[in-house]
């Protein structure tokens, strides 16, 4: 009864692979984001996806290609990793990204991205 | 300019007393949201908080209080009765009116240290 799940938790990769990363909510929320936390801890968000459209896309590399296939998945596809992409990669979701400014984001345990 | 400012980098507490943690925020909106987020060390983002620009009584979930001084414009996290638990990253964040909908900013965090 997870509330967002991401898989995987892990993920170790030599530069210039293509990767994944998945995210699924079961909170029935019309919003999705991807963040991304880098070494000392700081959040950034790269996109925000509402009912599968791309909402936010924050100077993110294109490398980096979100794909929402319906509103409670969000996943994220990295190109050519580079060294620099390694970080804590966080889904979350939540209830609207319109409207009032009272709506709580809930986050997934996050998959940390290690390139070598 | 930092929209939200966490000064505190680092904090010890001792074990049932209370602490504050600082938050600032920047913006020129009028309706908008302050959050505060807990990470322990297991990596997870973990919602504590939620105050209201125009919740005129300050926001109150257990041990956790939000200090919310809208002149000044600061959202300061109090933790009653701290516990061993508690050692973790905390977030402020702040959720404003963006481009066609709305934004959440993150501060850098303050890493909390609660001793026994």
């Known amino acids: 009864d997870t509330a967002v799940s991401q898989t995987p938790k892990y993920l170790v990769t030599q530069m210039g692979n293509d990767k994944s990363i998945k995210c699924e909510q079961n909170?029935?929320?019309?919003?999705m984001y991807w963040y991304k936390q880098d070494s000392k801890k700081f959040l950034k968000i790269m996109f925000s996806y509402n009912n599968k459209e791309l909402i936010i896309n924050e100077t993110v590399p294109n490398r980096f290609s979100p794909k929402s296939p319906d509103k409670a998945h969000l996943n994220l596809h990295i190109n050519s990793l580079e060294l620099g992409d390694s970080a804590v990669y966080f889904c979350?979701?939540?209830?609207?990204?319109?409207?009032?400014?009272?709506?709580?984001?809930?986050f997934g345990p996050g998959t940390r991205l290690t390139v070598l | 300019a930092q929209k939200i400012t966490q000064t505190q980098p680092g904090m010890f507490v001792q074990e049932k007393e209370a602490v504050t943690l600082d938050c600032t925020y920047d913006?020129?909106?009028?309706?908008?949201?302050l959050f505060w987020y807990k990470q322990p060390s297991s990596g997870e983002m973990i919602f504590l908080i939620y105050?209201?620009?125009?919740?005129?009584q300050n926001a109150t979930e257990g041990r956790y209080s939000l200090n919310f001084q809208k002149a000044r414009k600061s959202a300061n996290l109090v933790i009653s009765a701290s516990q061993l638990g508690d050692s973790a990253m905390y977030f402020c964040a702040m959720r404003e009116e963006n481009t066609g909908g709305f934004k959440t900013i993150f501060g850098a965090g303050t890493r909390l240290f609660v001793k026994a």
């Open positions: 909170l029935g929320h019309d919003t």
């Open positions: 913006t020129s909106d009028q309706s908008y949201g």
């Open positions: 979350a979701s939540s209830r609207s990204w319109k409207g009032t400014s009272t709506d709580t984001q809930y």
């Open positions: 105050q209201g620009s125009y919740d005129e």
